[in-house]
């Protein structure tokens, strides 16, 4: 077997997918599912747009797409080839990626498998039993059928729980279909046992789902996170790194500065944690000693200057690796652990199911609760608490304006003067929405269509989704079904996206997940912008920033239809649609959103240890919010 095989791809190129096409047809099987992991691994990472460009896929990335699948049909058809149990769960950790290549690719999803798998009589094909399990590799959110999730619930097997989460490994759900497979796959959740991980690959595959149901519009979407904690969990005792947690004789801070560790799951300099939290963290150098950590390939060094101590990790290539970080925390011995976020690292999420501290708080970096017996407190500031049944944290209420202040964008913001006169010749209305593929949903998608229906103006949507160019063509073509004009964009620079936001007539928010940074993006060059409101955190930020700027009633929406409504107003009457930008323009946003906390009397630092000195007091009471200021 060569060596090179356990080796991460950094770039895919035609000679990998040659080398694993030519084992599979040779017989190969070991050396071509170690090539195959390691294609969907790159995969998964979210580079194989690198292959495409910037804008349409070339001539040779198709070929290449296309190789690429016929290596896997032939190897997963081929009779002779058979997976042992650790192949497998390296596979199914993946599956995400296969998804994405098929979705690639001129046949679209991986239906055709039914077929390939099948025993052929004159009158019928049936699958046999030996490909069951190549059948669950390949059974996506997109094609599952009932019979399949029949047999995973059914199991009696450590592995039911991997090959269910595999199904739901999906950063995006633009269709009604696969929101109707979602549906069903969480309706039969009490079905499945946690049970430890065998590997990294499927830690990764689990972070990944645990990050992303937070976007899923279910309303038992949560419970997939008690589900994975508890698997979490079952996985640190098994691999020896789940901490000894009595803290009964923790020596209280005196006559030294209290030590927090701070969990950063993304600190570069110009990202939407720095723009959201630098301020705030900032002032905690001056109370506390401040010891960031996070991996090193998701901070950098001017992001990590305000800190006292930083430590950084690697990939966690084996669960070695997770127990020597476990280790460095205890010998710190922190008195506080503060997430600043959770959701976006693997790392971060494991470590918030232990406990490292008497006090472990999170903040609403990623606003969505983490449903862990080890998080003692969520941070909110008054006017942007969610309902107390979303979050099972205590709610730790922080006075106004003294944790919500955003730094400003790194690069300036489209110039708002004169916004529209490039724009007079084009009689459409342009609507934008400048959100995260993972935030839009088939029925914020029906909404769009709702409001085009009931407007009596033509509308242009503008989709401003940050993804790679597949992404955008899967959500481009499902809105080319739903839509009469609409234009979806992949990355690009902030520059170019805040001209875009400026050159638009409103922005929608999506629902049920909104906007925090984006909302704050559309204000820089005066956009009238309309949320719907909900229980959660994530539903009620841009209600709650909507009334810090000021906005009119219209732009606050508690029901679809009443948002319907409100886009269609908003959409027909330029007069009051202008007059609500003109408001904003005359807005103090250094005042509103980028105010500066440091002398605030409440600010985040004293808040902070008013909760380590009252922490053992507020957890006597059942009160599930506590007032901090």
């Given at each position: 077997m060569d060596k090179k095989l356990n080796e991460p791809i950094n770039k895919l190129s035609f000679e990998d997918v040659l080398k694993f096409s030519?084992?599979?047809?040779?017989?190969?099987?070991?050396n071509a599912t170690l090539r195959l992991i390691n294609i969907?691994?790159?995969?998964?990472?979210?580079?194989?747009?690198?292959?495409?460009?910037?804008?349409?896929?070339?001539?040779?990335?198709?070929?290449?797409?296309?190789?690429?699948?016929?290596g896997i049909d032939a190897l997963l058809s081929d009779p002779d080839f058979h997976l042992n149990e650790t192949g497998f769960r390296s596979l199914i950790s993946v599956k995400g990626a296969i998804r994405k290549i098929y979705d690639a690719s001129a046949i679209r999803d991986t239906s055709h498998f039914q077929v390939l798998l099948s025993d052929w009589t004159e009158k019928q094909a049936k699958l046999t039993p030996q490909n069951t399990f190549k059948l669950l590799l390949v059974s996506t959110i997109d094609s599952v059928e009932d019979k399949v999730l029949d047999l995973i619930e059914s199991m009696d097997s450590e592995m039911q729980l991997s090959i269910?989460?595999?199904?739901?490994?999906?950063?995006?759900?633009?269709?009604?279909?696969?929101?109707?497979?979602?549906?069903?796959?969480?309706?039969?959740?009490?079905?499945?046992?946690?049970?430890?991980?065998?590997?990294?690959?499927?830690?990764?595959m689990a972070a990944r789902v645990w990050f992303y149901c937070s976007f899923w519009d279910n309303p038992d979407k949560h419970r997939v996170k008690k589900l994975i904690n508890a698997a979490f969990t079952l996985t640190a005792r098994e691999q020896n790194f789940y901490p000894k947690?009595?803290?009964?004789?923790?020596?209280?801070?005196?006559?030294?500065?209290?030590?927090?560790?701070?969990?950063?799951?993304?600190?570069?300099?110009?990202?939407?944690?720095?723009?959201?939290?630098?301020?705030?963290?900032?002032?905690?150098?001056?109370?506390?000693?401040?010891?960031?950590?996070?991996?090193?390939?998701?901070t950098d060094e001017k992001a990590l200057e305000i800190f006292d101590e930083v430590i950084l990790h690697?990939?966690?290539?084996?669960?070695?690796?997770?127990?020597?970080?476990?280790?460095?925390?205890?010998?710190?011995?922190?008195?506080i652990m503060l997430f600043s976020s959770l959701g976006m690292c693997a790392m971060a999420i494991q470590l918030s199911q232990l406990r490292f501290a008497p006090l472990q708080i999170m903040l609403a970096g990623h606003p969505a609760s983490s449903f862990s017996h080890n998080v003692d407190y969520m941070l909110l500031e008054e006017g942007f608490l969610p309902s107390e049944h979303c979050v099972t944290e205590k709610i730790g209420v922080l006075g106004p304006r003294t944790s919500i202040s955003f730094a400003r964008p790194p690069v300036s913001a489209f110039v708002v003067n004169a916004q529209k006169s490039c724009l007079k010749e084009n009689k459409k209305t342009r609507v934008v929405c400048n959100s995260m593929a993972q935030k839009i949903t088939p029925a914020f998608i029906n909404l769009c269509q709702e409001i085009q229906r009931g407007a009596r103006k033509e509308i242009e949507f503008h989709f401003l989704i940050g993804a790679d160019i597949f992404t955008q063509r899967g959500l481009q073509e499902i809105?080319?079904?739903?839509?009469?004009?609409?234009?979806?964009?992949?990355?690009?620079?902030?520059?170019?996206?805040?001209?875009?936001?400026?050159?638009?007539?409103?922005?929608?928010?999506?629902?049920?997940?909104?906007?925090?940074?984006?909302?704050?993006?559309?204000?820089?060059?005066?956009?009238?912008?309309?949320?719907?409101?909900?229980?959660?955190?994530?539903?009620?930020?841009?209600?709650?920033?909507?009334?810090?700027m000021g906005l009119p009633d219209i732009c606050r929406a508690e029901t679809k239809t009443a948002y319907v409504k409100a886009a269609i107003e908003l959409i027909e009457n330029?007069?009051?649609?202008?007059?609500?930008?003109?408001?904003?323009?005359?807005?103090?946003?250094?005042?509103?959103?980028?105010?500066?906390?440091?002398?605030?009397?409440?600010?985040?630092?004293?808040?902070?240890?008013?909760?380590?000195?009252?922490?053992?007091?507020?957890?006597?009471?059942?009160?599930?919010?506590?007032?901090?200021?």
């Open positions: 030519s084992d599979v047809y040779q017989k190969k099987y070991e969907l691994q790159f995969v998964q990472r979210d580079k194989f747009a690198i292959l495409f460009g910037e804008s349409n896929a070339t001539e040779n990335s198709k070929r290449l797409v296309a190789i690429l699948t016929g269910w989460i595999s199904l739901l490994d999906n950063k995006t759900l633009f269709s009604e279909k696969a929101q109707l497979n979602l549906n069903r796959i969480l309706s039969g959740i009490e079905k499945i046992r946690p049970t430890p991980f065998k590997n990294q690959i499927e830690v990764l947690h009595d803290f009964s004789e923790h020596e209280k801070s005196r006559g030294r500065k209290i030590k927090m560790i701070i969990v950063l799951e993304a600190w570069t300099y110009g990202h939407s944690m720095y723009r959201s939290y630098s301020s705030t963290f900032q002032d905690l150098s001056e109370k506390f000693e401040i010891i960031a950590l996070g991996a090193s390939s998701r690697g990939p966690q290539n084996s669960f070695e690796d997770t127990k020597k970080l476990v280790d460095k925390i205890q010998k710190i011995g922190p008195d809105l080319d079904s739903k839509l009469d004009d609409a234009v979806v964009y992949s990355h690009m620079k902030y520059g170019e996206y805040s001209k875009i936001i400026a050159q638009s007539d409103l922005q929608l928010t999506p629902f049920p997940f909104g906007n925090t940074n984006s909302f704050v993006d559309a204000m820089l060059v005066a956009v009238p912008t309309i949320c719907l409101g909900g229980d959660e955190i994530f539903s009620v930020i841009d209600m709650a920033m909507s009334k810090k330029d007069e009051k649609r202008e007059a609500i930008a003109r408001h904003i323009q005359g807005a103090d946003l250094d005042e509103i959103l980028f105010f500066d906390i440091s002398n605030i009397e409440n600010n985040f630092s004293n808040v902070i240890s008013k909760v380590y000195d009252g922490h053992q007091e507020f957890q006597k009471h059942s009160d599930r919010t506590v007032k901090l200021y």
